[in-house]
Each structure stands twice: as C-alpha cells, then as structure tokens.
C-alpha cells in the first residue's frame, strides 16, 4: 500500500480554505498512484481550543471529504471537532475511496499543558482497522507519549499532530521509539507555520519497524509518500521476535 502524508501549513480556524487545499493535495495524490493521504491533526481549523467556532455536529466535515475521497478514488484520513453537546472531542477519521467509514479515532489524551482538557474530553477506545490487507491504528499527538496506545496488533500506526517545533526533538524520537518496540511502521504527519503564536516546523515522517527513516520533510508544505511492506513487517518479527515476551495484564 503506498501511503502520502501532506504536511499542510494550516489556516487557522479557516474550515473551508484548508477544505479547498486539501482537495487539491488529494488529487495530487490520486494522480500520484498513492491509494491513502493523510493530513494533520485538526486538519481544518487548526490547534483551536475555540470549540464554539470549531466543533461541528452535522457532518459537515465528514460529507466535504467523503466527496473528495470518491471523486479522486482514494482514502483519505483527516482530523476535526466533533461537538459533545458540553465539551468537545478531538477526531481522526479515515475514509476509504468510496468515502466510507473505515475508522473514527477520539484523542484520548488532550493536552492539559495547553488547556485543550478544558473544552476537549478524552476518548476512550485504542483504534485499529484494515485496510488493502494493513492492520492499521491512529493515535493523535500527545498520545504519543503514551505507550499502552500503542499496544493493538498493527503493521502501520498513523499519528496525525500539531506538534510545535519546540518540542521536534521529542516528536522524532518518539517516532522511532514506537516503531521500534512494536516493530511496525508509523507515519507521523505534522503542519507547518503559525498558528495563534505557537509554530510549527513539521518533520513529516514515516520509520520502519526497525526504526529506520524512510522519508521526511522538514520545514515546508508538502507531500511526503512511501510503500508499507507488510511482508517486511512480518520479516523483522521472525527475526527478532521480542513481541513474544510482551506481559499484558
């Protein structure tokens, strides 16, 4: 499966222009002979905490994309604000070139540093799906910092962010950690820019379940695209078969 990670420079809090620019990366992509793209955390409006303005409960996202995933006949998976008639839920959801459902991910840690507990609640379901023959899981930004999400049986974890560029070092290396010790592929997707004084650098990135790098982009928008083996993932754990030895309680 040939993934496409676009790291978009997000106009905040502006749903229908960063709408209209990921329609054109899908049909770059499409054209490109990727069968998934994947955009950021809050894809469209942005690291908000003002719900009011960005939560939804219509559908209104989720009918935009399902249009652009059917007319450009790939799967596209992209982050929103759901509206929980009191606080909110940070969403990941990844439809398949039909614009179907495949998979619907809440946060399940907001990011207290930034208040984002304040308006936002956590989910509380570990995601995993299939997908042209992947075992796929989603976790968004700071859940990376939690290992346990990481546990479900997967051959690709993706981990759509809005991860500021003071903290790169972390995002990189907690990357690579987690393919390493679950030994399969992760493709991290981040934005670049400013958005409400906060910037972000980007660092796209896909590591292979040795934790190798495969592909990056650093400061720019972009799109970054890479094949997931499904055989090598199955290679590296014959060889070094540490998943074994895992203790769950």
Known sequence: MKIALCQSAIKYEDKKFNIDAANESVKLASKCGDDMILFPEMSFTGFSMNTDKTKENNGETLAAMADI??????AVGFG???????KAKNMYTVLDKNGKILAEY?????????????????????????YMGVKIGVAICYDLRFPYVFSADCDLMLVPANWPKSRMDHWLALLKARAIENQFYIAGVNCTGVQDKTEYNGNSC???????????????????????DIAWVQSVRLAFPVRQDRITS
């Open 69 to 74: 995933a059917r007319e450009n006949n790939i």
């Open 80 to 86: 929103w604000v759901l509206d929980c008639k009191g």
């Open 106 to 130: 809440a946060k399940i840690h907001p990011f207290s540093f930034a208040g984002e507990d304040r308006f936002f609640e956590g989910g509380k379901d570990i995601c995993r799906f299939e």
């Open 206 to 228: 896909v590591f292979d379940p040795n934790g190798e790098e495969l592909v990056r982009l650093e400061n720019s928008t972009g799109i970054i695209r890479t094949n997931i």
